[in-house]
């Protein structure tokens, strides 16, 4: 007999993308809620939601991500990405149902030089990273045994990301300036997907985890490789620094993410991030591309 797995989100990036790693597991039945379907802040709606589907598993993708507006919306960023999550867990200890809710790299200053472990200190300069790791707490002190996995620099088919609008600049620009101060792991959704579905397949202890592609580069680096992949002279990806490009968010400098605890559960390591942007490409090249 098959399970009921839920996603919270499912029409965004990652949702859509649980949606289709899940789809290829005959063992599960996927049901996704969007925005539209569920208010997540609502806890009678929640609790419906619960009883409706009774599911073992909730992967709740969504979130305020916005980092920008964040800066002067910190209230609704805190709505979605922490009353909503709290909601969530509880609803979910009570249904007796595994939670999986995603978190960020913007927990961090972002001002190391080495991988960030699952412990250490956090300290958010955004808005946004505030709320994410207000979710954090709200999550785990609900459902202790919760997963909370931190990622960082996502794209994927769906919706608006950095992938995308480089393609769309490589087309419309001779030469693009991009950053080349700021170091992350470039993560293709659809692998993130399929690490969140095999950690709550493990039924690993809960807590915090990392997962992201694996290796690093700058936003200068990762672009190049995008210009790579759309065919064109990576040559034509010129680097400059942030202060070129002042946003209302600060950036953090240095996003990679250890993996410690995801390694200990006996989970796969994530494939570098090179290999994933080139598989991405192969599986959906249409949608990087613009129109």
């Excluded at 994410?132 to 608006?160: D, H, N, S």
């Excluded at 769309?168 to 997907?193: F, I, K």
């Excluded at 002279?233 to 968010?249: E, I, K, N």
């Excluded at 990679?256 to 995801?262: C, E, F, M, S």
């Amino acid at each position: 007999m098959s399970e009921r797995w839920l996603v919270i989100g499912a029409a965004g990036q990652l949702g859509t993308d649980l949606l289709r790693v899940l789809a290829d597991r005959p063992d599960i039945e996927a049901i996704g809620l969007t925005r539209a379907d569920l208010d997540a802040t609502d806890q009678v709606a929640v609790a419906k939601a619960m009883a409706d589907v009774s599911p073992a598993v909730v992967l709740n993708a969504a979130a305020y991500t916005a980092v920008d507006a964040a800066e002067s919306d910190e209230a609704a960023a805190y709505d979605a990405n922490a009353g909503a999550p709290g909601v969530l867990a509880a609803a979910a200890g009570l249904a007796g149902a595994r939670l999986v809710h995603v978190s960020t790299d913007y927990v961090f200053a972002g001002d190391a030089s080495t991988p960030y472990d699952e412990d250490a200190p956090t300290e958010p300069r955004s808005a946004y990273g505030r709320t994410k790791l207000a979710g954090e707490k709200a999550v785990l002190a609900a459902l202790p045994e919760a997963y909370v996995v931190r990622t960082a620099w996502v794209y994927g088919e769906t919706g608006a990301n950095f992938v995308k609008t480089m393609a769309r600049l490589e087309r419309d620009h001779e030469t693009v300036s991009v950053v080349d101060d700021q170091r992350g792991s470039p993560t293709w959704s659809r692998d993130l997907a399929g690490g969140l579905v095999a950690l709550a397949d493990s039924r690993s202890a809960g807590g915090i985890y990392h997962c992201t592609n694996s290796g690093e580069t700058t936003w200068f680096g990762f672009t190049r490789a995008i210009f790579e992949e759309l065919g064109a002279d990576p040559a034509r990806v010129l680097p400059t620094t942030s202060d070129a490009f002042p946003r209302p968010a600060p950036r953090p400098a240095y996003s990679v993410l250890g993996d410690r605890r995801w390694r200990a559960t006996g989970l796969p390591t994530m494939r570098p991030w090179r290999e994933a942007l080139h598989a991405a490409f192969g599986a959906a090249a249409g949608s990087f591309r613009p129109a």
